[in-house]
């Protein structure tokens, strides 16, 4: 790390907030410091050059060339020196053609000055002060009589190569940066991650590396899809810099928010780095780096944004492309787009070679690290067969994840949510190979003096060098007490010394199998059984549809059903108004749709021939009753609902009447209803062996399968293990679980993983907190009745007082 000094100039420079308060709000300061710093620097950086730059201009303006052309044969005048080697040019990638500066820009038409000055950058930096909206901030100050002091300002303040090097030049302006997210705090958040997070992140992807990254010669690529003010990417190169000055760092990022896309592009093209590099855009419908892959990546897409806009977009990469879109594995419900994000950089990992997949050293030199930050929703959300499962599958069976930490809640400015940082690779080291890594640093953070926004905490350096620490020795640590004090929790004034205890704030880590996070999800079925009886009240029921159009009907038929006759039943054409003001009093949840079938004869018509059927199937079953033992016969209840199916086929073939699926369903349904005694319903007779556990029983002699109950159907979940054949893993479970409960329940064998084909839906959850969950005792009742009673003697006390 530089000295101190980057600190000091940013503290002068953002000194010119003193000018502008009073005329600006607070969270618009960065929008005038940020732009004109980065005018500054720029033009301390062509300063060497300039003479030749503005000649070689008016040469290449007479040859009537197309801009892009015009551009690089300027760029061959446009160089600085490099501050180590003063013998040695550095070509630039930008340029400006004016012979102006900040200091010869006089009081008198200083905003057309200025703006006409900004006119004569080359594109990429012109670009940046448009997305800054500078002209709008240039009229702004002007219309304040604050330009002139601004410009003069600035133009006394060395930024010269020189004087600031290009990396502590991106310092000051990444502290620039910060201070502006901090003087906005209801928007800090949209486009700035706190540094303490962003020192974590980036020393958990890069430590792996720090051997490779000491070498010479070393050239590697650093990719954020969600770029913001571009605190990742600085971060990045800055600790690669601390390990190796002379590395090279190649930055590529892509950002939605186009001020924020300014300032991330201000601070590459500061620090030295190729612009073209850094995109405007939507990163997930329009990935405008697409052939390219990366060796490090780090991100902080946003928490829990869906991404309905762009659901055609992504949808069909994933229909059409499958895996060798980004897509490939899944997609997440649309309400959240945070693994979507997770996607895309796993396609963006540079593959590891043949050659480096067989190094012996273990100093893999291909492939590629991920950092991202996530809340806690992709950990578990979504069961077996989802989109967000299959994402999660994806990246277990694929061996890509190395590690989760859960960070403090109240750490970022936007959100107190629960966070973790996701740590990837696909060149793991032998000993984290089938390993996943869980450290709970959910306690390790201390109170910030002064919240901003919604960041009341903040991680310290021993904070960040505990978790990177235990994460690079691949360490297990048990539950350990941290020095951390404890929250006093207000108690409007009132101390209790039985209080309950506080937990512990503790630290841990803990090393799993990928295929510990995983299971098997069964379909777990269980017999129908019916008991039936066909009474009066049951054939009455028929008069009316089922739900939703039950209740109704009958509201109706009481209303006005005693004035119709054969030839008007079910007419309310002349009543509609009555039947709609009912409806919409009495029954307002009903749509347009179902208003209209109620008031069309045809439902009455249909409903009462229905009723009508069933009475004559009543009469038939009770004659062929009359002196038998005959399951069904009126009123006489069946618990064996085949037996009665027998007599309702033989009182259709007496009546002759003929049921269609519709009117089928609600007549049984009117004369059966669910009991636990009885006899379950078969489905069909089988020529197999019986296998009670996946639904072949040996039920009165024959080899049967039931009719499965709806309600009673359960899914449970089996955990994978490897060890054994999927099918000793889920008999051994459903027998030693399952069957010691629900003696006649068998697996639904139907119901099989569309990848491996076998039985039960495969599904994969990370489920954090369980892992670290630490039981804590409740206090004995003596001790909560002695707490009550002090309550109570203290409001009665109270009382007292206000009586008197």
């Not at 080359?122 to 219309?143: N, P, T, Y």
């Not at 499962?389 to 994840?401: F, G, V």
């Amino acid at each position: 790390m530089p000295n101190s000094n980057f600190t000091q100039t940013a503290a002068f420079i953002w000194s010119v907030a003193d000018l502008l308060r009073g005329d600006f709000k607070q969270s618009q300061y960065g929008r005038v410091i940020l732009p004109f710093t980065l005018l500054r620097r720029l033009e301390c950086v062509l300063e060497e050059s300039k003479d030749a730059v503005v000649a070689q201009a008016e040469k290449v303006k007479a040859m009537n060339l197309p801009e892009e052309a015009q551009e690089k044969m300027i760029l061959r005048a446009a160089f600085t020196f490099e501050t180590n080697t003063p013998k040695e040019k550095k070509g630039l990638s930008f340029f400006n053609t004016s012979p102006m500066d900040l200091g010869k820009i006089g009081q008198s038409d200083i905003k057309d000055n200025l703006e006409n000055y900004i006119q004569c950058f080359s594109a990429d930096a012109r670009e940046i002060f448009e997305h800054f909206k500078f002209d709008e901030f240039v009229g702004l100050l002007d219309d304040a009589n604050l330009l002139f002091k601004v410009v003069k300002k600035f133009a006394t303040t060395d930024l010269s190569p020189k004087a600031v090097s290009n990396h502590q030049m991106g310092l000051i302006f990444e502290e620039l940066i910060r201070r502006f997210a901090e003087s906005s705090n209801e928007t800090a958040g949209e486009h700035f991650t706190p540094r303490d997070i962003v020192r974590l992140t980036t020393s958990l992807v890069f430590m792996e590396d720090d051997e490779a990254l000491t070498q010479d010669g070393i050239i590697r690529t650093i990719y954020d899809p969600t770029a913001g003010t571009g605190g990742f990417l600085s971060s990045g190169m800055e600790y690669v810099h601390e390990l190796n000055p002379k590395a090279v760092m190649r930055a590529f990022g892509q950002e939605l928010n186009p001020e924020s896309y300014a300032i991330c592009k201000a601070d590459m093209l500061i620090k030295g780095q190729d612009v073209s590099r850094i995109k405007l855009g939507n990163t997930l419908s329009n990935d405008q780096l697409p052939a390219d892959q990366f060796d490090y990546m780090l991100s902080n897409p946003p928490f829990g944004v869906d991404w309905k806009k762009i659901e055609a977009e992504i949808k069909d990469e994933h229909t059409l492309k499958g895996f060798d879109g980004r897509f490939g594995a899944g997609l997440p419900r649309v309400s959240d787009g945070s693994l979507l994000f997770l996607m895309h950089l796993i396609s963006k990992m540079r593959p590891v070679s043949l050659k480096e997949l067989h190094n012996v050293d273990g100093c893999v030199k291909d492939g590629g690290r991920i950092g991202i930050i996530l809340n806690g929703s992709p950990l578990f959300t979504g069961g077996a067969g989802s989109g967000e499962s299959e994402i999660r599958r994806y990246i277990l069976e694929a061996d890509l994840l190395e590690g989760i930490i859960a960070l403090p809640t109240d750490m970022f400015y936007n959100t107190g949510i629960a966070t973790y940082v996701w740590v990837l690779s696909n060149k793991k080291t032998s000993e984290r190979k089938g390993k996943v890594q869980l450290i709970d640093g959910s306690n390790l953070c201390g109170k910030m003096r002064k919240s901003l926004g919604s960041k009341r905490n903040l991680m310290s350096e021993d904070d960040i060098k505990l978790i990177t620490r235990t994460f690079g020795n691949f360490e297990v640590v048990d539950a350990r007490e941290l020095d951390k004090p404890i929250e006093q929790k207000s108690n409007r004034g009132r101390q209790s010394s039985t209080s309950k205890k506080t937990a512990p704030k503790t630290f841990a880590s803990k090393i799993f199998n990928s295929t510990d996070f995983g299971y098997r999800r069964l379909t777990i079925e269980r017999p129908l059984r019916l008991s039936s009886q066909i009474t009066d009240a049951a054939i009455e029921s028929l008069r009316f549809a089922p739900k939703p159009l039950n209740a109704p009907m009958e509201r109706l038929y009481n209303e006005f059903g005693t004035a119709w006759n054969e030839d008007s039943y079910g007419y309310l054409v002349e009543v509609e108004t009555e039947v709609r003001k009912i409806i919409k009093a009495e029954f307002s949840e009903l749509k347009e749709k179902q208003i209209k079938d109620l008031l069309d004869s045809k439902l009455w018509l249909f409903q009462r021939s229905l009723m009508d059927k069933a009475q004559q199937l009543q009469t038939a079953v009770a004659t062929m009753s009359v002196g038998k033992e005959m399951a069904g016969g009126r009123n006489v209840v069946s618990n064996d609902f085949n037996q009665f199916d027998i007599t309702m086929k033989g009182a259709f073939k007496a009546t002759g009447i003929k049921f269609d699926t519709k009117e089928k369903k609600q007549f049984f349904d009117a004369v059966t209803f669910k009991n636990p005694d009885a006899e379950p319903v078969v489905k069909k007779v089988i020529k197999e062996a019986t296998q009670p556990l996946y639904g072949s029983f040996n039920y009165n002699g024959k080899v049967v399968e039931f009719l499965p109950d709806g309600d009673l159907r359960d899914n449970e979940n089996v955990p994978l293990d490897p060890s054994i054949t999927t099918t000793e893993s889920i008999e051994s479970y459903v027998k030693r679980e399952v069957l010691p409960h629900v003696s006649d329940a068998w697996i639904n064998a139907d119901k099989r993983d569309e990848k491996d084909g076998e039985i039960g839906v495969v599904g994969y959850e990370i489920p954090f907190n369980r892992h670290f969950y630490v039981y804590q005792p409740p206090r004995a009742l003596e001790v909560i009745d002695e707490d009550l009673a002090l309550v109570s003697d203290e409001i009665m006390s109270l009382l007292q007082e206000v009586r008197s």
